[in-house]
C-alpha cells in the first residue's frame, strides 16, 4: 500500500513538475506579518487559477510582490518591495502603495474649497506629495472581505481618514478592492465618501520590472494613450498648459524603449500625462512590452491622467526583495490619477469630492505574453 501512495505522489510530481498547475482553483491566504503599534498586520497571497500570485498588505494597502509567467512559463515577480514588512514601516518611495488622500503634488501644500483655505503637510520641497508626512501608505487598513471563487480572488480593504488628516476637511471613507482576475488582470477599485468637501485622488505606486530585475527598465518598450503631457516647473508643479507630446522625448503614440530617449528628459520622466477620456470611462493607457522575458503589461483606467516616472531618485541604497539593490531605472511607475495639483487648477479635471457624492475609480494592470 505505502508503495502505491509513494508511486502515485512521484507521478503527480513528474506531471505536475512541482509547479503551480494550470486552471487549479485559485485561492486566498493569509498570514500575520507583524504589528504597526497594537494593530496586527496581515499579508493577504491571492492566487488564481493560472497560478499567477499578487501579495497585499493592510499596511498601506501595498501590493508587496506580483508572480507572473513569462513566455517559457517562469513565475518571477515583477515588482519592487520588500521582504518584510519593516522595509515598508521606514523610509520608501512608495512601493507599491495605495497612495492618498491626494496622490501626487498640491502647490505649497495649500488649496482654497467653497472660499475656505486649508493648509496640508508639506513634505517635497515646499510641496504637498503624496498624501503628507503619514499619507494612506503608511495607515492601516481594515480587512473588510477576502475571499476567492472559481474565477477570481478578492481582497477589500477600508480605511477612515479623519477630518483634519494631513490637513484635509472631511471624515473621507475609502474602500479599496483588489480583484486578481483569471485572466491574470490586477483590478484595483477605489470607493470613497465624505462627510464635507474635500479633494482626493487616489492612486497605486506599483513599480514594475518586467524582466524581474534581472535588467533595469531601459529596454522595456512602451506605447501610452496619451497626447499631451502637463509641462511642470522645477518643484514638479504643473505649469497649468497642455502640451503636445508629438515630436518630443515624451512621445510614445507610437512603441519607443523606454531607455531611448530618456537622455533627453532632464532627470528622466517623472510627468503627467493626459489620457484620451474625458468623461470617467474605461480606457486602455499603457502597454509596455519587454522582449527578452515576452511579459506585457496593459494598464486600463477610468482615470484623466497617468503620471510615468522612472525611478529617477533611487540610488542602490535600498535593499528590496530577494536581497536585490535597487538603482536608478530598476522599476518604472504608470500611477492612473487625476493631475497634480488639480486642487489649485481650475482647467484640470475636478478632484473636489462632496457629501453626497460617490467617488469611483478603477484601474487594471493586466498580464499576458507575447511568444
Ligand atoms: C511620484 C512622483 C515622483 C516621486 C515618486 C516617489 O512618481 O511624481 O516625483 O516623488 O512618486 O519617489
Same mark, same amino acid.
Given at each position: 500500500m505505502r508503495s502505491v501512495i509513494f508511486y502515485l505522489i512521484l507521478v503527480n510530481l513528474?506531471?505536475?513538475?512541482?509547479?503551480p498547475k494550470p486552471d487549479s482553483v485559485s485561492s486566498i491566504n493569509q498570514m500575520i506579518w507583524g504589528k504597526e503599534g497594537e494593530a496586527a498586520i496581515k499579508l493577504f497571497t491571492l492566487t488564481n487559477r493560472k497560478g499567477m +500570485?499578487?501579495?497585499?498588505?493592510n499596511f498601506g494597502g501595498i501590493i508587496t510582490s506580483v508572480r507572473v509567467q513569462d513566455k517559457n512559463g517562469k513565475m518571477e515577480n515583477v515588482v519592487l518591495g520588500f521582504d518584510s514588512l519593516s522595509g515598508y514601516q521606514g523610509t520608501h518611495p512608495y512601493f507599491g502603495s495605495l497612495v492618498g488622500r491626494y496622490a501626487n503634488r498640491i502647490a505649497n501644500g495649500k488649496f482654497v474649497l467653497d472660499g475656505t483655505p486649508y493648509t496640508l503637510a508639506? !513634505? !517635497?520641497g515646499r510641496n504637498h506629495l503624496h498624501g503628507g508626512l503619514k499619507g494612506f501608505d503608511k495607515q492601516v487598513f481594515r480587512v473588510d472581505t477576502a475571499y476567492a471563487s472559481r474565477d @477570481?480572488?478578492?481582497? *477589500?480593504?477600508?480605511?477612515? @481618514? *479623519?477630518?483634519?488628516? +494631513?490637513?484635509?476637511?472631511?471624515?473621507?471613507?475609502?474602500?479599496? #478592492?483588489y480583484v486578481l482576475t483569471g485572466e491574470n488582470e490586477i483590478r484595483i477599485w477605489y470607493?470613497? +465618501? #465624505?462627510?464635507?468637501?474635500?479633494?482626493? !485622488?487616489?492612486t497605486n505606486h506599483s513599480y514594475f520590472n518586467l524582466t524581474a530585475c534581472r535588467e533595469n527598465i531601459l529596454s522595456h518598450e512602451m506605447v501610452l494613450m496619451a497626447d499631451s503631457i502637463t509641462p511642470a516647473d522645477s518643484t514638479l508643479i504643473p505649469t497649468g498648459i497642455l502640451s503636445p507630446v508629438s515630436g518630443t522625448a515624451y512621445?510614445?503614440? #507610437? *512603441?519607443?524603449?523606454?531607455?531611448?530617449?530618456?537622455d533627453d528628459v532632464p532627470g528622466g520622466y517623472d510627468i !503627467?500625462?493626459?489620457? $484620451?477620456? $474625458?468623461?470617467?470611462?474605461?480606457?486602455q493607457a499603457a502597454e509596455v512590452y519587454e522582449p527578452a522575458s515576452g511579459r506585457l503589461l496593459q494598464v486600463f483606467t477610468t482615470e484623466p491622467g497617468i503620471q510615468f516616472y522612472t525611478g529617477n531618485f533611487l540610488d542602490g541604497s535600498l535593499t528590496g526583495s530577494n536581497g536585490l539593490r535597487y538603482d536608478k531605472h530598476s522599476g518604472f511607475c504608470l500611477e492612473a490619477q487625476h493631475f497634480p495639483d488639480s486642487p489649485n487648477q481650475a482647467q484640470f479635471p #475636478?478632484?473636489?469630492?462632496?457629501?453626497? +457624492?460617490?467617488? $469611483?475609480?478603477?484601474?487594471?494592470? $493586466?498580464?499576458?505574453?507575447?511568444?
Amino acid at each position: 500500500m505505502r508503495s502505491v501512495i509513494f508511486y502515485l505522489i512521484l507521478v503527480n510530481l513528474i506531471l505536475t513538475g512541482c509547479k503551480p498547475k494550470p486552471d487549479s482553483v485559485s485561492s486566498i491566504n493569509q498570514m500575520i506579518w507583524g504589528k504597526e503599534g497594537e494593530a496586527a498586520i496581515k499579508l493577504f497571497t491571492l492566487t488564481n487559477r493560472k497560478g499567477m +500570485e499578487v501579495r497585499i498588505t493592510n499596511f498601506g494597502g501595498i501590493i508587496t510582490s506580483v508572480r507572473v509567467q513569462d513566455k517559457n512559463g517562469k513565475m518571477e515577480n515583477v515588482v519592487l518591495g520588500f521582504d518584510s514588512l519593516s522595509g515598508y514601516q521606514g523610509t520608501h518611495p512608495y512601493f507599491g502603495s495605495l497612495v492618498g488622500r491626494y496622490a501626487n503634488r498640491i502647490a505649497n501644500g495649500k488649496f482654497v474649497l467653497d472660499g475656505t483655505p486649508y493648509t496640508l503637510a508639506v !513634505n !517635497n520641497g515646499r510641496n504637498h506629495l503624496h498624501g503628507g508626512l503619514k499619507g494612506f501608505d503608511k495607515q492601516v487598513f481594515r480587512v473588510d472581505t477576502a475571499y476567492a471563487s472559481r474565477d @477570481s480572488v478578492l481582497l *477589500a480593504l477600508t480605511y477612515l @481618514s *479623519a477630518d483634519g488628516e +494631513e490637513g484635509y476637511p472631511g471624515n473621507l471613507k475609502v474602500r479599496v #478592492t483588489y480583484v486578481l482576475t483569471g485572466e491574470n488582470e490586477i483590478r484595483i477599485w477605489y470607493d470613497a +465618501e #465624505t462627510d464635507k468637501p474635500t479633494v482626493l !485622488n487616489l492612486t497605486n505606486h506599483s513599480y514594475f520590472n518586467l524582466t524581474a530585475c534581472r535588467e533595469n527598465i531601459l529596454s522595456h518598450e512602451m506605447v501610452l494613450m496619451a497626447d499631451s503631457i502637463t509641462p511642470a516647473d522645477s518643484t514638479l508643479i504643473p505649469t497649468g498648459i497642455l502640451s503636445p507630446v508629438s515630436g518630443t522625448a515624451y512621445d510614445f503614440t #507610437t *512603441a519607443h524603449t523606454i531607455g531611448e530617449r530618456i537622455d533627453d528628459v532632464p532627470g528622466g520622466y517623472d510627468i !503627467n500625462y493626459k489620457l $484620451r477620456n $474625458r468623461t470617467g470611462q474605461l480606457v486602455q493607457a499603457a502597454e509596455v512590452y519587454e522582449p527578452a522575458s515576452g511579459r506585457l503589461l496593459q494598464v486600463f483606467t477610468t482615470e484623466p491622467g497617468i503620471q510615468f516616472y522612472t525611478g529617477n531618485f533611487l540610488d542602490g541604497s535600498l535593499t528590496g526583495s530577494n536581497g536585490l539593490r535597487y538603482d536608478k531605472h530598476s522599476g518604472f511607475c504608470l500611477e492612473a490619477q487625476h493631475f497634480p495639483d488639480s486642487p489649485n487648477q481650475a482647467q484640470f479635471p #475636478t478632484a473636489i469630492l462632496r457629501p453626497g +457624492e460617490k467617488y $469611483r475609480q478603477l484601474t487594471i494592470y $493586466r498580464f499576458t505574453v507575447r511568444p
